[in-house]
C-alpha cells in the first residue's frame, strides 16, 4: 500500500458542539432525544431532558452529533411503530460507524412486547416502559433513583410553560386504544404533591401551566375532584390549561370555572371519536352523543370566546354510512374550532384490530375528508369572526428568522405574529386576517409585559 493511499481521509463526521450551558462544562457528552406521539411523551422526554443534563451530557439535535440517543415512543398507531423501526435502522447504522454509541427505547414502545424483537433486532442498549423511565438516570451514570411512580419526578422548571402530570394510566376500555394495555390502570398524584410542584414551578419562573393526563378530568384524591385541583392550580398559576378530558368525567362544574378563573385558557379539548350512539357504544365510550352535545353547550355558554377541539376516528370497523351522517352531524352542531380527525388504523393488542366489517380504505378516505372539511369550515367561519378585534396574546414561540412568533390568545386561539417578545411575555395585537387553523395579527400595539 503506498503512502498516499494511507493517508486517512477525513470522515464526514458532524462535528460535536461543545456542551450547552445547561450540560455540566467540559463534559463533552452529548444526547440527542426523539420524542414521539402525545403530550405526556413530551413530559416524558422534558423528565428524561433533566436527567442527561444532571449527567453532564449537553443536548443535540441530530443523532450523528450525539454520543446517545433516546428515542422516547408512542404505541397508538401502527404507523408510528414503523416510523420508529426506520430510526432504529438509521441508528444502527450510525453505531456501525462509530458516531452514535448507545441507544435507549423508552415509552409506549418500550412498554410493549414487542420491545423485545426490537432489542435484540436493531441491538438496544436500553428499553423501558413509562412507569419505569426513572431507570434512565443509572444508564447515564447518575445514582439509582428509587421512585416506582414518575409523576414524582420534578417536570421542567425555570421554563416559562411546563407540563404537571396529574395521573397517569386509564380505567377504560376503548376498542381502539392501547393506552390502557401499556400505560397501565389509572393513577392519580396527590394534591399536595402537585400543588408544591406548581409552587416550585411559579417560583422558578414558569408562567403557564398545563396540567397532562390520558384523562385528566378522572383525576380524583381523598374526596378531593378534579374541578378543586384545576381551581387550586388556577389560584396558584399566572396561566393554566389542561389536556386530556374524557366527556363521561367532565363536570359541569369544570366547564363552568373555565369560564369563571381569569387565569384559565379558555379552552376545552374534549374527544368524542363519533356522533353515533352505536358506534360509541361499539368503541366502549361509556357516552352518548347527545350527553356530549349537551356538554358543548355548558361550555360555548361558560366561554362563549372560548376554543373546542376534539377527536374524531373515521372507519373503525362496522361504521356504516348512517354513522358517519351523525358524526357530520355532530361536527355541524358542536362546531369545533378544531379537531384532530383520524382514519382508524388497526392496533396489534386492541379489540378492535380483531373486529370484522372492515371499512374499505376508500369509503374510510372520503369519510376522512368529508368530516375535516366540514370540521375545517366551522373553525374558518368562527376564526373569522375574530378579525378587527384586538387581542391580548401570550407568546409560546419567540420569533423565527422570518420575525414570525407563536402566541395563544386567552380564548385558546393560536396566533401567528410579529415581535420581538420572548416567550412568556404577553403583546397586545390587532387581528387582521385569519386561517382555519390560525389567527394573523399586525404588529404589536403595545408590549404588556410577563402578565
Ligand atoms: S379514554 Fe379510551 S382512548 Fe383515552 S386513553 Fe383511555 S382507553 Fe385510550
Not at 403530550?39 to 416524558?44: A, Y
Amino acid at each position: 500500500m503506498s503512502e498516499a493511499t494511507r493517508v486517512p481521509r477525513p470522515i464526514p463526521l458532524a462535528t460535536k458542539p461543545r456542551p450547552r450551558a445547561a450540560g455540566r462544562p467540559g463534559s463533552g457528552k452529548t444526547a440527542c432525544i426523539r420524542t414521539f406521539g402525545c403530550q405526556m411523551n413530551v413530559h416524558d422526554s422534558d423528565r428524561m431532558r433533566r436527567m442527561i443534563l444532571d449527567a453532564g451530557y449537553a443536548e443535540v439535535n441530530a443523532y450523528e452529533d450525539a454520543d446517545i440517543v433516546i428515542l422516547n415512543t408512542c404505541y397508538v398507531r401502527e404507523n408510528a411503530v414503523d416510523r420508529v423501526r426506520g430510526h432504529l435502522g438509521e441508528l444502527n447504522r450510525l453505531r456501525k460507524e462509530g458516531r452514535v454509541k448507545k441507544v435507549a427505547l423508552t415509552g409506549c414502545i418500550g412498554a410493549a412486547e414487542e420491545s423485545e424483537t426490537l432489542r435484540r433486532q436493531f441491538g438496544i442498549d436500553l428499553v423501558l416502559g413509562t412507569h419505569n423511565t426513572y431507570e434512565l438516570a443509572e444508564f447515564v451514570g447518575l445514582p439509582t433513583m428509587e421512585e416506582t411512580y414518575t409523576p414524582d419526578l420534578p417536570g421542567t422548571e425555570g421554563e416559562h410553560a411546563a407540563f404537571v402530570t396529574i395521573m397517569t394510566g386509564c380505567n377504560y376500555q376503548c376498542s381502539y386504544c392501547i393506552v390502557p394495555t401499556v400505560r397501565g390502570r389509572m393513577v392519580c398524584r396527590s394534591k399536595e404533591s402537585v400543588l408544591s410542584e406548581v409552587d416550585r414551578l411559579v417560583a422558578s419562573g414558569t408562567r403557564y401551566v398545563t396540567l397532562l393526563g390520558q384523562t385528566v378530568d378522572a383525576w380524583r384524591h381523598e374526596g378531593d375532584r378534579f374541578c378543586d385541583l384545576l381551581e387550586a392550580v388556577a389560584d396558584r398559576a399566572p396561566r393554566v390549561s389542561f389536556t386530556t378530558s374524557h366527556p363521561s368525567n367532565m363536570e359541569d362544574r369544570t366547564l363552568e370555572a373555565i369560564g369563571q378563573k381569569d387565569t384559565i385558557v379558555k379552552r376545552l379539548h374534549l374527544p368524542v371519536q363519533s356522533g353515533s350512539d352505536r358506534m360509541l357504544r361499539v368503541m366502549h365510550r361509556g357516552y352518548k352523543a347527545e350527553r356530549y352535545r349537551r356538554k358543548i353547550g355548558v361550555f360555548r355558554e361558560a366561554a362563549p370566546d372560548g376554543t373546542l377541539s376534539t377527536d374524531i376516528i373515521v372507519g373503525h370497523p362496522g361504521e356504516t354510512e348512517e354513522d358517519h351522517e351523525a358524526t357530520l352531524g355532530l361536527v355541524e352542531d358542536c362546531a369545533f374550532d378544531s379537531a384532530y380527525v383520524f382514519k382508524f388504523s388497526p392496533r396489534e393488542g386492541t379489540e378492535a384490530a380483531s373486529l370484522g366489517e372492515v371499512v374499505p380504505p376508500k369509503v374510510a378516505q372520503r369519510r376522512f375528508l368529508e368530516v375535516l372539511r366540514a370540521v375545517e369550515g366551522n373553525a374558518f367561519a368562527r376564526n373569522q369572526r375574530k378579525i378587527g378585534g384586538t387581542e391580548e396574546v401570550y407568546v409560546r414561540h419567540g420569533a423565527n428568522e422570518d420575525g414570525r412568533a407563536i402566541g395563544e390568545t386567552w380564548s385558546g386561539h393560536a396566533v401567528h405574529l410579529r415581535t420581538e417578545a420572548t416567550p412568556g411575555e404577553y403583546v397586545r395585537v390587532a387581528i387582521e386576517s385569519a386561517g382555519p387553523h390560525v389567527l394573523y395579527a399586525g404588529d404589536p400595539l403595545v408590549e404588556t409585559g410577563s402578565g
